[in-house]
């Protein structure tokens, strides 16, 4: 707020999906203009849908934000962590390049993301738990990353119906794996992750074939 007091812009950034079997993880990175009514901003996950969707309208119609993908191949190459840290740096880098002004301080929720080889690395990196409750730029950033996260598992689920992706988005939910138990893995599966839950392990040998032709996409 101090910042915004003297017309100064700060860039907030949070992800979502680090923990889901399924999917990619998404993280957004959000400028907040200077001086408007953020009260609507707070932590994604305590957000009815309703309202986190009114949010996201506000963001995108009144802020500078971009998004960073990676995918389930990428979390398996990379492991969950740096993965992550390369999709802050995809959501980073672009809005960056798209804000007419540089925020004085980038705010992250958790991760210690490192700019020391990019243009942008004299710009202070503050990072710190529970992030979206603290900062309304994180907690703006985590809107963006779930609804965009979401939407796309809603898109998933009308490519792999049965596995009810549009409800769980992913998680590893009693559901999920009630699924996983019968069926063999979907191609957006993390391999890494499905490895280590009791239930992958019971089905590797029935389903080992389709397993290995998906991991090599």
């Known amino acids: 707020m101090s910042a915004w007091r003297v017309n100064r812009l700060v860039c907030g950034i949070d992800e979502v999906g680090r923990g889901s079997l399924a999917g990619p993880v998404i993280t957004a990175a959000v400028i907040l203009p200077a ?3 953020i009260s609507v901003l707070k932590d ?3 957000l009815p849908e309703n309202v986190r969707l009114e949010a996201y309208c506000w963001i995108v119609k009144n802020c500078w934000y971009a998004v960073g993908i990676v995918d389930h191949l990428c979390v398996d190459r990379h ?3 740096n993965a992550t840290l390369i999709s802050m740096k995809k959501a980073l880098m672009h809005v960056l390049a798209t804000c007419p002004k540089l925020p004085i301080s980038i705010l992250i929720d958790a991760m210690p993301l490192k700019l020391n080889d990019t243009s942008y690395n004299s710009i202070p990196v503050y990072y710190f738990d529970k992030g979206e409750s603290k900062s309304s730029s994180i907690a703006a950033a985590s809107i963006v990353a ?3 996260r979401d939407n796309l598992m809603k898109k998933f689920n009308s490519i792999f119906p049965g596995f009810f ?3 769980h988005k992913g998680y590893g939910t009693k559901k999920h794996k009630d699924v996983l138990k019968e069926n063999p893995p979907l191609i957006i ?3 890494s992750f499905l490895n280590n839950i009791d239930l992958y392990s019971k089905q590797k040998d029935k389903y080992g074939k389709q397993q290995t ?5």
């Open 146 to 148: 779930k609804v965009t």
């Open 44 to 46: 994604s996950k305590i």
């Open 35 to 37: 001086r408007k009514d």
């Open 79 to 81: 492991n969950i962590w």
């Open 165 to 167: 992706l549009d409800a």
């Open 213 to 217: 032709i998906c991991g090599g996409y």
């Open 189 to 191: 599966h993390r391999q």
